[in-house]
């Protein structure tokens, strides 16, 4: 096995751990900047108003995107799984 591989092997891991993560975060994160907008404007200083519906919206994407996330790290680990043989020598 080349250090070629196995960088190809963890820059393929990483950017999938990006996407995935990016899949989670990504909602909540815009959520939370329309709340802190929300609450700016309205001076209102409650910080359990931004906590609430950023955890909905990330529960929602985990339930929407979760088939699709579990689909990516199984499609990955088969992948690693059939280049053993090659991988090896």
Avoid: C, K, Y
Avoid at 51 to 74: H, K, S, Y
């Amino acid at each position: 096995m080349t250090p070629e591989t196995v960088i190809d092997i963890m820059r393929e891991a990483l950017w999938l751990i990006v996407l995935l993560a990016a899949v989670i975060i990504g909602p909540g994160l815009v959520v939370g900047l329309i709340v802190s907008t929300f609450q700016a404007a309205t001076q209102i200083n409650e910080q359990t108003l931004s906590f609430l519906p950023r955890l909905l919206v990330t529960l929602i994407a985990i339930i929407v995107g979760g088939p699709w996330m579990l689909t990516q790290l199984i499609d990955h680990a088969t992948n690693l799984f059939s280049r053993i043989p090659f991988l090896i020598g």
